[in-house]
C-alpha cells in the first residue's frame, strides 16, 4: 500500500464517520459579560437586588443596591428562576395564577416565587435567560426596572415568531 492510497483511505473512512453523527442543535445564551451589562442597567435606574439567569437556571450575576435588604438576593433569583420556568413575566404570571383556583398551590413550590419583578429573556424566538429585580419599590417597579434593561439589550420578554 502506497502512503498516498493510505491517507485517502482515512480521508474518506473520517468523512464517513463524521456524516454519520448526529446534528445537535445550537442555541442562544447569555454570558457572563451581557449578564453584567444587563444588571448593570438595571441597576442604574434602580435601587434594588437583580439577578441573571442563564437558559439553564445557572445563576450567571447578582447585584444588591446599598441599604437593601438581604431577603431581596434571594427573592431577585426566585423571580428569575420562576420567569424563567415559566416563560412569562412573573407579574402577568401571579395575576393568573391568582385568577385560577388550580393553580392556588403553586406558591408552596420553594423555588416559584409568584411576585412581579422576573421576566423571561428572549432573543427572537429563543429563551436566553431570565431576570429578577427585588427590593425597588414593588412588583410594577421591580418589573419595569428589568424591562428597561432587557429593551436596551434588545431582548424581548415574549417569544416572538
Avoid at 473512512?13 to 463524521?18: D, P, Q, R, T, V
Avoid at 456524516?19 to 438595571?42: G, I, N, Q, V
Avoid at 428572549?122 to 428589568?146: H, K, P, R, T
Amino acid at each position: 500500500m502506497t502512503v498516498k492510497y493510505l491517507v485517502a483511505s482515512l480521508i474518506l473512512g473520517l468523512s464517513g464517520a463524521a456524516s454519520a453523527t448526529p446534528e445537535l442543535p445550537r442555541h442562544a445564551d447569555l454570558d457572563l459579560k451581557t449578564a453584567r451589562w444587563l444588571a448593570d442597567k438595571a441597576m442604574s435606574s434602580c435601587t434594588g437586588t437583580v439577578s441573571v439567569l442563564d437558559r439553564g437556571g445557572n445563576l450567571l450575576v447578582t447585584l444588591r443596591g446599598d441599604d437593601v435588604g438581604p431577603h431581596n438576593t434571594a427573592a431577585s433569583q426566585r423571580k428569575a428562576y420562576t420567569a424563567l420556568s415559566t416563560k412569562t413575566p412573573t407579574r402577568l404570571f401571579a395575576e393568573r395564577a391568582r385568577s385560577n383556583p388550580e393553580t392556588a398551590n403553586l406558591n408552596t413550590l420553594d423555588e416559584l416565587l409568584l411576585l412581579g419583578g422576573g421576566i423571561p429573556l428572549f432573543a427572537g424566538s429563543e429563551l436566553v435567560g431570565a431576570m429578577g429585580v427585588a427590593g425597588s419599590g414593588g412588583g410594577e417597579q421591580d418589573e419595569n426596572c428589568a424591562r428597561a434593561a432587557a429593551d436596551k439589550a434588545g431582548l424581548s420578554i415574549t417569544r416572538s415568531h
